[in-house]
């Protein structure tokens, strides 16, 4: 058995640390980041595991409720994160930059189907267009085309002749003059058609964008979904555990058992400030108010946190975006949760699955469905609905790897 | 509605999508409310949820001991229909009933897109009327208004330059 050393022997245990850690096989290291906005001479604190080889004191001290085994591990049981798993999932094992096989993913995926297009919202752009009258001058105009400086990459989505009846209709270009056109072929004059400025991804966009233009159809491979890696789906497989121990120590002072958790991005954890990420729970029993849910509470606290750096930057007289950098935009970089992946404990309401939609998230992921009152596949699933300008993906996790009855809600609960 | 509509001049001036809204119990408004998205850098600070948060913080509107649905006597005018978010949030509140301006088929909650109020089932709150072409017109003007001019606060401002006025409104 290795013990961590370093650092790592220095955190004293928590049954709801502040710390989370990953193991970087590749450099034979551990990195430690916080799970949770921390006070000053507030003490970081780790999970030493389940099974502890001392008395544990304080009030985080009791131990936790499932019956955990420790892990004999290179790591000295330290990646038995919480005790509430029973055995290390797979992608616990190789390096951090391999690809995780879907059916390993501690979560199924749901990704919406790309928006359907109307007439209405079909982008087009105008294109230069010759009719070819004469069947015989159908070669050398192709041969021409070909020579030509016309064979603009813009068109590429569009079949290059239109055939009606015995008319080819040729494409030309989208420059805003009309091309000059061969010599030696006897042609009409050139005229400006309306045309579909992207492929058709689904049958009826090639119905709708066809009537206008012949378009090349290329629908999205099925497998279009963004791979995730070891140490992406490990960084995951925390970010929930966390959630749901922020669940637990909340049930414990009479709160609903949900939380909310943004950590801070699994891409940025190696920048050089990372940002910590944003937990909050639900509160609507402690401050009697029905909406202080656990996702407008983290909504709301990232929004404040925003706030108050700007007005920060501001009182530190760093020069304002506007003056600084013209290209910037002016409010921030984003919408709130611009990129950014939430976990939480249950499926969220439709007040919090909207509040969601409006600040942009790019994934949600949830443990327990709630199929009567969720707004992310339950009572109605938000992001597929049409007409709304924001589409996020939603990640259900696969409940036999967490069983935790204590965060079992009513199917009536909005959470 | 006409208060409702000052409250979304109040937005329009302050440099807020034009949205307001006023909840009346018995014969008076007990609270009234803006937008204040961009101010408070949350796109979810919508005129009805800074309404509901000034009622529950107020012990004389909220007594303590009030049951699960605290707006079950109160009616809600708002000058464009409620978002999906807000739609959501008043039935679980319990609102009597909604008077709206003009309708939301980007976000609306009340049939716009989806109608949480009453065509959603929920397993125990109860459904609400919601109604709207209340001054319509002048919610969808005061709309227009804001949107020919650049929302900057926008995180990517488009630039609107090229865009007029239309005043002609077609009927819903």
Same mark, same amino acid.
């Not at chain 1, 049981?77 to 190789?94: A, E, H, K, M, T």
């Not at chain 1, 910590?276 to 639900?282: L, P």
């Not at chain 2, 699960?68 to 609102?95: D, F, H, K, N, W």
């Not at chain 2, 709207?132 to 969808?140: F, K, L, N, T, V």
């Given at each position: 058995m290795a013990l961590a050393l370093g650092l790592g022997s220095l955190f004293n245990h928590s049954n709801f640390p502040n710390l989370s850690y990953t193991i970087d096989a590749s450099t034979d290291s551990i990195r430690y980041s916080t799970t949770r906005n921390v006070e000053p001479d507030e003490e970081l604190c780790l999970y030493?595991? /389940?099974?502890?080889?001392f008395e544990p004191v304080g009030p985080n001290g009791a131990r936790p409720s499932s019956g955990a085994q420790e892990n004999e591990d290179s790591w000295g049981g330290l990646?038995?994160?919480?005790?509430? %798993?029973d055995s290390r999932p797979i $992608? $616990?094992?190789?390096?951090?930059?391999e690809v995780v096989p879907e059916e390993e993913l501690p979560f199924e995926r749901f990704k919406p189907p790309p928006e359907e297009e109307t007439l209405e919202t079909i982008r087009t752009v105008q294109a230069w267009a010759v009719d070819v009258? &004469?069947? %015989?001058s159908i070669g050398p105009m192709l041969k021409w085309l070909r020579r030509s400086?016309?064979?603009?990459? &813009?068109? /590429?989505?569009?079949? @290059?002749v239109r055939k009606q009846g015995d008319t080819s209709t040729f494409l030309l270009t989208v420059s805003p003059l009309p091309p000059s056109l061969p010599e030696d072929i006897s042609l009409p004059e050139p005229f400006l058609v309306t045309v579909p400025s992207s492929v058709a991804v689904t049958p009826t966009s090639l119905t709708l964008k066809s009537s206008l233009w012949p378009t090349v159809y290329a629908p999205r491979r099925k497998g279009e979904v963004e791979d995730w890696s070891q140490g992406k789906t490990r960084w995951a497989w925390e970010a929930m555990h966390v959630a749901v121990k922020e669940a637990l120590r909340w049930r414990d002072k009479g709160e609903l058992p949900i939380a909310a958790y943004v950590p801070a991005p699994y891409e940025e954890l190696d920048a050089a400030s990372p940002s910590s990420g944003f937990m909050a729970h639900d509160t609507r029993q402690s401050v009697?108010?029905?909406? @202080?849910h656990a996702v407008m509470n983290v909504i709301r606290q990232i929004a404040d946190d925003r706030a108050h750096s700007e007005v920060e930057a501001v009182k530190a007289q760093i020069p304002a975006s506007a003056d600084a950098?013209?290209?910037? #935009? @002016?409010?921030?970089?984003?919408?709130?949760?611009?990129s950014q992946i939430l976990f939480t404990t249950h499926e969220p309401c439709i007040m919090c699955s909207m509040a969601l939609l409006h600040s942009r998230v790019k994934e949600v992921v949830y443990l327990? #469905?709630? &199929?009567?009152?969720? /707004?992310c596949g339950g009572a109605t699933c938000l992001p597929t609905l #049409? /007409?709304?300008?924001h589409r996020f993906s939603i990640c259900r996790w696969k409940g036999e790897t967490i069983q935790e009855d204590g965060l079992r809600l009513d199917a009536s609960v909005d959470a | 509605m006409a208060e409702a509509m000052n409250m979304a001049e109040e937005a329009l001036a302050a440099g807020e999508v034009p949205v307001g809204c006023v909840f009346v119990r018995g014969q008076n408004i007990i609270a009234k409310a803006r937008n204040r998205t961009n101010e408070l850098r949350?796109?979810?600070?919508h005129a009805e949820l800074e309404a509901i948060d000034e009622i529950l913080g107020d012990p004389v509107l909220t007594?303590?001991?009030?049951?699960?649905?605290?707006?079950?006597e109160t009616t809600l005018y708002v000058t464009v229909e409620p978002c999906i978010m807000c739609a959501s949030a008043l039935r679980q509140m319990g609102i009597k009933e909604v008077f709206y301006g003009c309708a939301n088929?980007?976000?609306?909650?009340?049939?716009?897109?989806?109608?949480?109020?009453?065509?959603i089932e929920h397993p125990s709150h109860p459904p609400y009327t919601a109604a709207g072409g209340y001054s319509r017109e002048e919610a969808i003007l005061i709309l227009r208004r804001f949107y020919?001019?650049?929302?900057?606060?926008?995180p990517a401002p488009k630039s609107k330059a090229n865009r007029v006025l239309k005043t002609e409104i077609l009927p819903p």
């Amino acid at each position: 058995m290795a013990l961590a050393l370093g650092l790592g022997s220095l955190f004293n245990h928590s049954n709801f640390p502040n710390l989370s850690y990953t193991i970087d096989a590749s450099t034979d290291s551990i990195r430690y980041s916080t799970t949770r906005n921390v006070e000053p001479d507030e003490e970081l604190c780790l999970y030493h595991g /389940g099974n502890l080889w001392f008395e544990p004191v304080g009030p985080n001290g009791a131990r936790p409720s499932s019956g955990a085994q420790e892990n004999e591990d290179s790591w000295g049981g330290l990646s038995n994160v919480d005790g509430l %798993q029973d055995s290390r999932p797979i $992608f $616990f094992n190789g390096s951090v930059d391999e690809v995780v096989p879907e059916e390993e993913l501690p979560f199924e995926r749901f990704k919406p189907p790309p928006e359907e297009e109307t007439l209405e919202t079909i982008r087009t752009v105008q294109a230069w267009a010759v009719d070819v009258p &004469e069947p %015989q001058s159908i070669g050398p105009m192709l041969k021409w085309l070909r020579r030509s400086e016309l064979d603009a990459s &813009e068109l /590429g989505h569009l079949k @290059r002749v239109r055939k009606q009846g015995d008319t080819s209709t040729f494409l030309l270009t989208v420059s805003p003059l009309p091309p000059s056109l061969p010599e030696d072929i006897s042609l009409p004059e050139p005229f400006l058609v309306t045309v579909p400025s992207s492929v058709a991804v689904t049958p009826t966009s090639l119905t709708l964008k066809s009537s206008l233009w012949p378009t090349v159809y290329a629908p999205r491979r099925k497998g279009e979904v963004e791979d995730w890696s070891q140490g992406k789906t490990r960084w995951a497989w925390e970010a929930m555990h966390v959630a749901v121990k922020e669940a637990l120590r909340w049930r414990d002072k009479g709160e609903l058992p949900i939380a909310a958790y943004v950590p801070a991005p699994y891409e940025e954890l190696d920048a050089a400030s990372p940002s910590s990420g944003f937990m909050a729970h639900d509160t609507r029993q402690s401050v009697a108010h029905p909406l @202080r849910h656990a996702v407008m509470n983290v909504i709301r606290q990232i929004a404040d946190d925003r706030a108050h750096s700007e007005v920060e930057a501001v009182k530190a007289q760093i020069p304002a975006s506007a003056d600084a950098d013209d290209d910037a #935009p @002016r409010n921030g970089t984003n919408y709130l949760l611009t990129s950014q992946i939430l976990f939480t404990t249950h499926e969220p309401c439709i007040m919090c699955s909207m509040a969601l939609l409006h600040s942009r998230v790019k994934e949600v992921v949830y443990l327990f #469905p709630m &199929e009567k009152t969720g /707004g992310c596949g339950g009572a109605t699933c938000l992001p597929t609905l #049409p /007409g709304v300008n924001h589409r996020f993906s939603i990640c259900r996790w696969k409940g036999e790897t967490i069983q935790e009855d204590g965060l079992r809600l009513d199917a009536s609960v909005d959470a | 509605m006409a208060e409702a509509m000052n409250m979304a001049e109040e937005a329009l001036a302050a440099g807020e999508v034009p949205v307001g809204c006023v909840f009346v119990r018995g014969q008076n408004i007990i609270a009234k409310a803006r937008n204040r998205t961009n101010e408070l850098r949350n796109a979810t600070r919508h005129a009805e949820l800074e309404a509901i948060d000034e009622i529950l913080g107020d012990p004389v509107l909220t007594p303590p001991g009030t049951g699960r649905y605290p707006l079950s006597e109160t009616t809600l005018y708002v000058t464009v229909e409620p978002c999906i978010m807000c739609a959501s949030a008043l039935r679980q509140m319990g609102i009597k009933e909604v008077f709206y301006g003009c309708a939301n088929d980007r976000f609306g909650g009340c049939g716009g897109v989806i109608g949480v109020n009453d065509s959603i089932e929920h397993p125990s709150h109860p459904p609400y009327t919601a109604a709207g072409g209340y001054s319509r017109e002048e919610a969808i003007l005061i709309l227009r208004r804001f949107y020919v001019t650049e929302n900057s606060n926008a995180p990517a401002p488009k630039s609107k330059a090229n865009r007029v006025l239309k005043t002609e409104i077609l009927p819903p």
